[in-house]
């Protein structure tokens, strides 16, 4: 029986294999576990606290980490199919209607997530909160 968690999805996604389509369910999960995937993936692997600067040299391939990292994350303990290259052709060869419903998708996930015990959601207005409050603070 399969139970619907926050932060996880699964999604109907092709893959190719010699020139041919198919498509498989594919779960991604975002959490802690999947960050610390998606840090190990860069070469050579980079810390947690060094993803903000990774994001601001090149976001993109931030994304395709942290989208293999969730589908290992949801498979965890089982044979995950996911790699860099397929998540690639899902961003730069689906319809556009495709990608859209797939980053769609992607992007609720990741911030219904939770990393640390918290949503990243709350993480993400925390920070903005406190930069408000710094850029408050700086008015002369």
Request: a positive charge; aromatic letters at 12%.
């Amino acid at each position: 029986m399969n139970k619907i968690e926050i932060g996880a999805v699964t999604i109907r996604l092709p893959f190719r294999f010699f020139g041919i389509k198919y498509y498989r369910n594919i779960g991604f999960k975002f959490n802690t576990f999947a960050y610390a995937v998606m840090c190990e993936l860069f070469t050579p692997a980079i810390d947690f606290h060094q993803i903000d600067e990774m994001n601001k040299l090149n976001p993109s391939e931030v994304l395709k980490k942290l989208i293999v990292g969730g589908a290992h994350s949801y498979s965890f303990g089982k044979k995950c199919y996911v790699t860099e290259k397929q998540v690639e052709y899902w961003l730069t060869k689906l319809s556009a209607k495709e990608r859209d419903s797939f980053m769609d998708k992607i992007n609720v996930t990741i911030l219904n997530g939770n990393i640390v015990g918290k949503s990243m959601t709350d993480l993400i207005n925390k920070s903005k909160n406190i930069t408000k409050k710094k850029s408050a603070g700086m008015t002369c």
